[in-house]
C-alpha cells in the first residue's frame, strides 16, 4: 500500500503511455503536452523511450505525428543538427514554410557546413519538393558544371568552318595588300578576372563536347558576315546565332555582344538571346553586372532554363552557393517539366507534332506538363478541348481558368466552361445520390470556381452537412447570404428607378405601389420619406400615417427575423 501516491517512475510511464496513446487517436498538441511531462520528470529515461518512439513512426506519413514525436527530442537534444533538420523537413511536407526556413537557417548557425540543409533550403526557396539526399542528387549535374550551359550547335560549326576557309584562300595570294581584319580581330581576355570563368577549364559547356577546336577566328568572321550577310533569312542568323554561342564557349565576348545586337534587332522575341548577351558581360569580366541582367530577365520570364541555370552558375563563381542552389533546384524543375529540353518552344513544337498527327493523349501530356509557362490563348483553347475530349476535366478547367484570366471576355473559353460546369454539376448530383459526400464536394468546389449560384451553394451546404465540415459549411452560408443580400438589393435598386419613373411621369399610384415592393425587400426610412413627400404632393396627407404604421411594422419583422438567423447561427 502506497502511502505517498505513485512513484516517479510510475508517473513517468503513465505520461509516456497517455502521450502515445493520445498520439494514436491524433490529438497531437495534447500528446506534446504529456510527453514534456515525461522530460521534466526524467529526461534521460524520457529519452530513450522517445527514441524508440521515433524510430517507429520515422517512416509513417502522418506529418504531424512526426512533428509530435521529433520535438519533443529536440527538447532533449536541442543541438541535434540531424533532429532539427528532420523537424523542418516535416514542417516542410505540412506547408509550414515560415517554420521550416527558420529551422534550415538554425542547422547552419550550428553548422554552416550541414550536410543537407543548405539543399533543403534551396530547394524550399525554389517551391520543389525534394529532401536531403534526393535534393543533392537532383541538382549534382549543375553544380558540377565548370562552364556556362549553351545551346548544342555542333551541327552548325561546319558552316563557320567553311567561312573560315574561304577567308584564308583569299588571303593567300596578296598576304601583305589584302584589307585584313585584324583591327577587328578580338583576343580572349588575358586577365584573370575576364579568361575565364573557370581558369581551368574553358569558360563555356555546351551541350555536346565538340571533338577538336577548329581553327576559326571569330572576328574575321563576324566582319565578313556583316559585309555579306544581312540576317534577314532564317539561314544568315542561324549563322550568327552559331557564331554567338562559339564565341561564348572560346572567349570571345565583344564578337558574341556585337552579333548578339544584330540578332536581338531581328527577332526581339527570343529572349534566350537576352541571356547570352548577360553571359558575354560576365565572360568581358563584369559578373556582377551580368548576374543582375539576368535577374532583371528573368522577373518578366521567370521559365527561362538557360538564364535560371547559367545564373546559379554565376552565383557558384561568385562564391554564393545558396543562391546558386536555388537557380540550379528552379531548372531543375523547369527541365522536369519540358522533359529535358532548355528551350520551351521546341518542347511545345513537339506536342503540336503529335496534336497534328493524332496522338492526342500524347501532346496533351506535353503540353500539360508545361501549362503554368503557356500564355497563348488559342493554344490554352486547345489543350481545354483536348482535355474535355480525352475527359481530363482537371486539366480543362485549368486551361480555360488560365485563358480566361488574361482575356476575361474570350466567347469560346467561356462557352467551354459552361460545357465544362455541366459536367461538373452532374457528377456532383451522381455522388450525392450515392451517398459519396466527399467526392461530390471536388465536383462542386470546381463548380464554384466556374460559376457561383445559388443553387450550387446550397446543394455545397448540403454536402457539406453530411460529410461534415461545420467550417466550410459556415463559410458558404456566409457566401450565399452575401449572394441573397446582393441580389435583393439590385432588386431593390431597379424597383426605386421604377418608382421615381412613374412620379415622374404622374402615375403615382404605380410609384407607391414600387415603393412598397423596394420596402418588403429591406426596410429604408430614405424610402418612407420618398413615400411621405409623395402623399403630400398629391395632398393625401391621409395616407402617412397608415404608411408610417406600415414601416414601423416592417421594421419590428425585420428585426425578429434578423435575431431568429444569428440564434440558429449560433
Known amino acids: 500500500m502506497k502511502l505517498f501516491g505513485n512513484s516517479t517512475e510510475e508517473k513517468l510511464q503513465e505520461h509516456l503511455s497517455h502521450g502515445k496513446q493520445l498520439l494514436a487517436s491524433q490529438f497531437y498538441d495534447s500528446a506534446m503536452v504529456e510527453f514534456s511531462r515525461a522530460i521534466h520528470l526524467d529526461r534521460e529515461q524520457a529519452t530513450r523511450e522517445m527514441e524508440d518512439l521515433y524510430k517507429s513512426v520515422q517512416g509513417s506519413n502522418d506529418s504531424e505525428k512526426l512533428v509530435a514525436v521529433?520535438?519533443?527530442?529536440?527538447?532533449?537534444?536541442p543541438e541535434s543538427i540531424e533532429l532539427t533538420n528532420l523537424l523542418a523537413n516535416v514542417y516542410r511536407k505540412l506547408g509550414h514554410r515560415h517554420q521550416a526556413m527558420k529551422l534550415y537557417k538554425r542547422c547552419l548557425e550550428m553548422d554552416p557546413n550541414s550536410k543537407f540543409a543548405p539543399y533543403n533550403l534551396a530547394a524550399l526557396s525554389a517551391n520543389v519538393d525534394l529532401y536531403d539526399n534526393s535534393a543533392m542528387d537532383a541538382i549534382s549535374q549543375f553544380e558540377n558544371m565548370e562552364s556556362f550551359k549553351l545551346p548544342d550547335y555542333e551541327g552548325e560549326i561546319g558552316k563557320l568552318e567553311e567561312i573560315q576557309k574561304h577567308l584564308d584562300e583569299e588571303s593567300q595570294p596578296a598576304d601583305s595588300c589584302a584589307e585584313s581584319p585584324d583591327e577587328n580581330k578580338e583576343s580572349p581576355p588575358e586577365d584573370s578576372e575576364s579568361d575565364a570563368l573557370n581558369e581551368h577549364s574553358s569558360p563555356v559547356e555546351s551541350d555536346a563536347e565538340e571533338s577538336s577546336s577548329p581553327k576559326i577566328d571569330p572576328s574575321a568572321i563576324l566582319y565578313y558576315l556583316h559585309r555579306e550577310k544581312d540576317s534577314k533569312s532564317a539561314a544568315d542568323r542561324q549563322l550568327f546565332y552559331t557564331l554567338v554561342l562559339y564565341s561564348l564557349t572560346h572567349g570571345f565576348p565583344e564578337v558574341a555582344k556585337t552579333a548578339l545586337t544584330r540578332l536581338s534587332f531581328q527577332n526581339p522575341e527570343n529572349l534566350d538571346l537576352n541571356c547570352f548577351l548577360a553571359l558575354a558581360t560576365a565572360l568581358a569580366g563584369d559578373k556582377e553586372l551580368g548576374v543582375e541582367k539576368l535577374k532583371k530577365l528573368l522577373l518578366k520570364s521567370p521559365g527561362l532554363r538557360y538564364a535560371n541555370v547559367n545564373l546559379g552558375f554565376l552565383y557558384q563563381q561568385l562564391n554564393k552557393p545558396l543562391l546558386a542552389r536555388k537557380y540550379y533546384f528552379i531548372t531543375y524543375r523547369l527541365i522536369q517539366a519540358s522533359r529535358g529540353y532548355y528551350d520551351l518552344q521546341d518542347f511545345l513544337a513537339l506536342g503540336d507534332?503529335?496534336?497534328?498527327e493524332g496522338r492526342h493523349q500524347e501532346a496533351l501530356d506535353i503540353y500539360t506538363s508545361a501549362l503554368d509557362e503557356i500564355h497563348s490563348i488559342s493554344l490554352l483553347n486547345r489543350i481545354g478541348t483536348l482535355a474535355l475530349e480525352q475527359e481530363d476535366f482537371n486539366v480543362a478547367f485549368e486551361a480555360y481558368q488560365r485563358c480566361l484570366r488574361q482575356e476575361p471576355e474570350n466567347t469560346e473559353t467561356r462557352?467551354?466552361?459552361?460545357?465544362?460546369?455541366?459536367?461538373?454539376?452532374k457528377q456532383a448530383d451522381q455522388c450525392m445520390q450515392a451517398s459519396q459526400w466527399t467526392e461530390a464536394a471536388v465536383f462542386l468546389e470546381q463548380s464554384i470556381k466556374i460559376s457561383i449560384s445559388p443553387e450550387i451553394l446550397s446543394r455545397a451546404i448540403e454536402v457539406y452537412t453530411q460529410i461534415p465540415d461545420l467550417k466550410r459549411v459556415r463559410e458558404l452560408k456566409q457566401q450565399l447570404k452575401i449572394m441573397d443580400h446582393q441580389e435583393r438589393k439590385h432588386v431593390k435598386s431597379k424597383l426605386l428607378q421604377k418608382a421615381e419613373h412613374f412620379k415622374q411621369i404622374g402615375e403615382y399610384k404605380s410609384a407607391i405601389q414600387h415603393y412598397q415592393k423596394a420596402q418588403r425587400i429591406e426596410p429604408d426610412?430614405?424610402?418612407?420619406?420618398?413615400?411621405?413627400?409623395?402623399c403630400e404632393l398629391i395632398q393625401r396627407e391621409d395616407l402617412i400615417e397608415k404608411i408610417t404604421v406600415w414601416y414601423n411594422k416592417l421594421v419590428e419583422e425585420s428585426h425578429l427575423k434578423n435575431y431568429a438567423e444569428r440564434e440558429r447561427n449560433e
Request: hydrophobic content about 50%; overall charge positive; glycine content about 0%.
Open 70 to 77: 521529433v520535438t519533443n527530442l529536440l527538447l532533449l537534444a
Open 353 to 356: 507534332q503529335h496534336d497534328k
Open 415 to 425: 462557352k467551354a466552361l459552361e460545357t465544362l460546369n455541366s459536367h461538373f454539376v
Open 525 to 534: 426610412r430614405t424610402i418612407l420619406i420618398k413615400m411621405i413627400d409623395l
